[in-house]
């Protein structure tokens, strides 16, 4: 399946207020410390699809040759964006700590390695973004009352990340990569993704002086441990990547279509060419 490379029409060169998720700390500081991740992490999804594309043969490489073009187009838009996005907070003072343990990761444990492993990192990593985007995308507390562009950035990403949500995993299949090593690879992603967030957005708030007050901590606990919360939300599409028969078409694609299609001003293609979609420039 392919799909469209969309540029983002967002304004993110007016500052905006450092607790720009409807007054909230911890949700503002939380959102932050995903957007640290992204330029890095985002970087590596890139490469590892690209280092798989070229170990395709046959078939294989004809069926997915849009396919990878339009997964790199998305993602290398969302790292220029969030790049943007991340020049904003450093300009507010908070210090990007996540993306040095992700070079550093890379470098010490992914380079040289088979290309399977890169793809099963990034199809675990994609996992946790499809299913916090269908979350973002569902309760539309999450983003309560935050500034209305950081808001549209947000549930943009989150649609684009629901949409391509298959392609590593399906990459990953195609160049035999085995259940073992996947189930393995999401134990070690899963492990590193809920320190390193808890550590960023950490240090975001200890950057704001916000941590030791019990509204940021009553922040915290609604967004992920209350009622719609996301590791209540989340828990049971988390588990489903061990089952043997799980494919990220399960998932729920449906919200993220429908916010695509009501914000196409917003984010209109960017310029297709025969044979696929190139990405932005
Ligand atoms: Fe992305
Ligand atoms: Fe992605």
Same mark, same amino acid.
Do not use: C
């Given at each position: 399946?392919?799909?469209?490379?969309?540029?983002?029409?967002?304004?993110?060169?007016?500052?905006?207020?450092?607790?720009?998720?409807?007054?909230?700390?911890?949700?503002?500081?939380?959102? &932050?410390?995903?957007?640290?991740?992204?330029?890095?992490?985002?970087?590596?999804?890139?490469?590892?699809?690209?280092?798989?594309?070229?170990?395709?043969?046959?078939?294989?490489?004809?069926?997915?040759?849009?396919?990878?073009?339009?997964? !790199?187009?998305?993602?290398?838009?969302?790292?220029? !964006?969030?790049?943007?996005? &991340? *020049?904003?907070?450093?300009?507010?003072?908070?210090?990007?700590?996540?993306?040095?343990?992700?070079?550093?990761?890379?470098?010490?444990?992914?380079?040289?390695?088979?290309?399977?492993?890169?793809?099963?990192?990034?199809?675990?990593?994609?996992?946790?973004?499809? !299913?916090?985007?269908?979350?973002?995308?569902?309760?539309?507390?999450?983003?309560?009352?935050?500034?209305?562009?950081?808001?549209?950035?947000?549930?943009?990403?989150?649609?684009?990340?629901?949409?391509?949500?298959?392609?590593?995993?399906?990459?990953?299949?195609?160049?035999?990569?085995?259940?073992?090593?996947?189930?393995?690879?999401?134990?070690?992603?899963?492990?590193?993704?809920?320190?390193?967030?808890? =550590?960023?957005?950490?240090? &975001?708030?200890?950057?704001?002086?916000?941590?030791?007050?019990?509204?940021?901590?009553?922040?915290?606990? =609604?967004?992920?441990?209350?009622?719609?919360?996301?590791? =209540?939300?989340?828990?049971?599409?988390?588990?489903?990547?061990?089952?043997?028969?799980?494919?990220?078409?399960?998932? &729920?694609?449906?919200?993220?279509?429908?916010?695509?299609?009501?914000?196409?001003?917003?984010?209109?293609?960017? =310029?297709? *060419?025969?044979?696929?979609?190139?990405?932005?420039?």
């Amino acid at each position: 399946m392919t799909y469209t490379v969309r540029r983002l029409q967002v304004d993110l060169e007016t500052p905006w207020p450092r607790h720009w998720a409807g007054g909230d700390a911890f949700r503002s500081a939380w959102f &932050n410390a995903l957007s640290f991740s992204f330029p890095a992490g985002e970087q590596l999804f890139i490469d590892s699809v690209r280092l798989a594309a070229t170990k395709l043969e046959g078939e294989s490489r004809a069926r997915f040759t849009d396919e990878v073009q339009a997964f !790199i187009g998305q993602e290398a838009t969302h790292r220029r !964006i969030h790049q943007r996005f &991340n *020049a904003q907070l450093q300009a507010q003072g908070y210090i990007n700590t996540w993306e040095g343990r992700i070079l550093h990761r890379r470098a010490t444990q992914l380079e040289g390695q088979d290309p399977r492993v890169w793809l099963g990192v990034t199809a675990a990593t994609e996992h946790f973004t499809a !299913i916090l985007a269908e979350w973002l995308l569902t309760n539309p507390a999450a983003l309560d009352g935050a500034e209305p562009r950081l808001r549209d950035l947000w549930l943009w990403h989150a649609s684009e990340e629901s949409e391509h949500r298959a392609t590593a995993f399906d990459l990953y299949q195609a160049l035999g990569g085995s259940l073992r090593w996947r189930r393995r690879l999401f134990v070690v992603i899963t492990l590193h993704f809920a320190t390193d967030v808890l =550590r960023q957005t950490l240090a &975001n708030l200890w950057r704001d002086g916000h941590w030791w007050r019990p509204a940021t901590w009553a922040g915290a606990w =609604r967004l992920l441990l209350g009622r719609g919360g996301l590791v =209540r939300a989340t828990w049971r599409p988390w588990r489903r990547y061990f089952a043997a028969d799980f494919h990220p078409d399960e998932g &729920n694609g449906a919200p993220a279509e429908t916010w695509l299609a009501a914000h196409a001003d917003l984010a209109p293609p960017v =310029r297709q *060419a025969a044979g696929g979609v190139s990405p932005a420039a």
